[in-house]
């Protein structure tokens, strides 16, 4: 009876202990995996539609082929497919994980690449890039997973990558706002934000004016409308370009000066004489950043202070951002990190809000500057450096106005809380010109002329659509047309997407090769007779960046270098008596501090150590470096 009461309770345990609790709930299906809906649903309460028809578009790739390629772009699932296969498929160096999920609940993956057998990712140097924070500038994605196959491909084949895998981690996030990509790229919609309702337009509603596709393409483009009437011709603040021959370009003017109004395809849905103002979403996940963080359009109750549009209720308001800024935080080890955009294009860095140097440390604009010309040499861009400056002013003059271009500020921006909060080398680059390819007018400005010469001479004019003729319910005869929003304005035709992936690929891979490297040059132990010995241990700084930037050691990102010994507390124990006693240092902590090391520098430091036993003593030397990694040896005193 006993053995059999035993065995009832052994079995409840069991099954107990494997037992799963089952919800009553249906388990989520997000639209994109609902191939009976025609619509694409958006979760949260808004006063606007939260359901848009689905589309599926030529340039994209929607299912994982046999192999990946990079004749379209792909869908958050088709990338985390392939990041799947790559974790099988090295499992020695790629760990692939969910760091958090996004609004609606979508997983946020990640992948760590690092040679296991070499020591853990937190040990190593590191650098992190990630992409897709703007939900259309899925260009920035394709680039991080270009780069994720071609350091993959290349480990044990390229010197140099493999290198970089065995003695350094690369955290890669290719896509860090899956609700608002899938939303781009399955329905006509071109947020810019994440899907969280918000009021852009400030009139007590959430996404109530959202952008309409009234001709049914898929796409929307924008409406121009002849001003014929009094209140329309006052109003009016277009005109066609006159220095364009084929008469679609359409030119801002002051209002009243022009003879059309311009709006994006759709309706005034809440009548407040703007179109399409208050779409799905608004916040800027690129804005929601701590350091220099100001509240949303507003939110400055004086209205004489600053205000930054999209900046969210809070700094870190959204899951998308807090997702970066706390995965940063947890790996103090990353001296190098790229979170781009689309579509400037430019290497762009902090300063945010100032001029660069009234703020940065001389020796890390030095640094930054040299990036930027590694960034060059890489991409071409137009342009690298500052966003204040630099950005702000990269044409001199207002185009409409005539009047000088003056720095502006962006506040809560990424690049700043990559240097002055983090202390790292962090850009927010963008990639893609809207097909500006060169100066065809030499104007010096890379603008829409440019974008639709090169579209006439080398992409077949399919860039841009024709002005056709459409009678708009409420606003009468009106034309549709202008640049394809999705494929040419804020990401290239798909034949020009592996080169800028590429080469924006490429010069992340450049700055990793760049990290911070420790490398032990020796260790000594010399026995001084009487139980005495020194311990002394070398090291160099071979890699290309300091083990920290001035403003790491102001903000207290990173801490020294130090070196410290382990031995068997049996060992150690005793004080005065013990086995083994570290004479030098002679304070109660026995870590030598050793400063940061630099570029190239080279540091060594000895311990003293008395032996108060006949045995064979065994013992370990550790180096610890925030950012140029951990290193331990083991000794033998005899």
């Keep these: 009876m006993k053995k059999s009461l035993l065995f009832i309770i052994l079995i409840g345990i069991s099954i107990s202990a494997y037992s799963q609790i089952k919800s009553f709930a249906p388990e989520k299906t997000f639209p994109e995996n609902n191939p009976d809906s025609k619509f694409y649903t958006v979760s949260g309460e808004r006063h606007g539609p939260s359901f848009f028809k689905k589309f599926t578009f030529p340039e994209v790739e929607y ?116 609700d608002g990509s899938n939303l781009y790229l399955r329905t006509e919609q071109r947020n810019r934000s994440t899907v969280k309702p918000h009021d852009n337009d400030r009139d007590g509603l959430l996404d109530e004016d959202p952008e309409e596709d009234l001709d049914g393409d898929g796409i929307i483009y924008q409406m121009r409308k002849k001003a014929t009437t009094p209140e ?91 997702a970066t800024v706390l995965w940063v935080l947890s790996h ?25 140097e009234e703020r940065m440390y001389p020796n890390d604009l030095a640094i930054y500057k040299e990036m930027d010309q590694l960034g060059l040499s890489f991409t071409a861009y137009p342009w690298a450096g500052d966003v204040y400056e630099t950005y702000a002013t990269r044409y001199k003059v207002n185009s409409m106005t005539g009047d000088p271009l003056k720095p502006s ?47 006439e001479e080398a992409n077949g004019g399919k860039g841009f659509k024709s002005w056709t003729p459409f009678n708009h319910p409420v606003l009468g005869e009106v034309e549709i047309g202008g640049f394809h929003p999705k494929f040419f304005g804020q990401n290239g035709p798909t034949w020009q997407l592996e080169d800028w992936a590429k080469k924006q690929a490429l010069f992340n891979l450049a700055m990793a090769k760049r990290l911070p490297q420790l490398n032990i040059s ?28 001035e ?27 013990a086995k083994v006693q570290i004479i030098s240092p002679d304070l109660y902590d026995k870590t030598i501090y050793a400063g940061y090391t ?37 000794f033998t005193l005899k």
Excluded: C
């Design 63 to 178: 299912s994982p082929g046999e192999t990946l390629n990079f004749e379209h772009y792909h869908t958050v699932d088709v990338m985390y497919h392939w990041y799947k296969v790559w974790a099988e498929k090295y499992p020695d160096i790629v760990e692939v994980y969910e760091v958090a999920k996004s609004f609606e609940g979508r997983p946020i993956l990640q992948m760590t690449i690092t040679n296991k057998k070499t020591g853990k990712d937190t040990e190593k140097p590191a650098a992190y890039f990630e992409g897709g924070r703007h939900s259309g500038e899925i260009t920035s994605s394709e680039s991080i997973l270009w780069l994720t196959q071609h350091i993959l491909e290349n480990y044990g084949k390229d010197q140099e990558i493999t290198e970089l895998v065995d003695t350094k981690a690369i955290y890669l996030r290719p896509q860090n706002n899956p």
């Design 409 to 455: 500020p962006l506040f809560g921006h990424g690049p700043d809380f990559g240097y002055f909060y983090y202390g790292s080398i962090w850009y927010g680059d963008e990639l893609w010109n809207n097909g500006a390819m060169k100066d065809y007018n030499g104007d010096g400005i890379y603008d829409d002329f440019d974008g639709l010469r090169w579209d």
């Design 551 to 577: 403003q790491a050691k102001l903000v207290k990102i990173v801490q020294e270098d130090r070196v410290s010994l382990n031995f068997d507390k049996e060992l150690t124990k005793g004080y005065e008596d």
């Design 332 to 356: 103090p080890n990353i001296s190098v990190v790229n979170s781009m955009d689309t579509r400037v294009p430019m290497h762009l860095r902090a300063p945010s809000t100032s001029k660069a």
């Design 522 to 549: 020796s260790l000594e132990v010399t026995n001084q007779g009487n139980g005495e010995f020194e311990i002394s241990l070398g090291w160099t700084n071979i890699g290309g960046l300091p083990v920290a930037l």
């Design 232 to 322: 329309d011709k006052e109003k009016a603040n277009f005109i066609i370009d006159p220095e364009d021959p084929s008469q679609k370009l359409m030119k801002r003017t002051f209002p009243g000066k022009g003879e059309y109004l311009v709006y994006t395809e759709g309706f005034d849905n809440d009548g407040d004489g703007s179109f399409n103002e208050d779409g799905i979403g608004g916040l800027d996940l690129h804005r929601n950043y701590p350091e220099n963080w100001r509240p949303d359009t507003g939110g400055d109750l004086t209205g004489r202070g600053y205000t930054q549009n999209g900046a969210g209720e809070f700094p870190m308001s959204e899951l998308e951002s807090r």
């Design 598 to 634: 630099e570029v190239g520098e080279e540091k060594s430091v000895t311990f003293k150590i008395k032996v108060n036993t006949d045995e064979e003593v065994k013992g370990k030397i550790r180096l610890s470096s925030t950012r140029g990694g951990y290193f331990e040896k083991e």
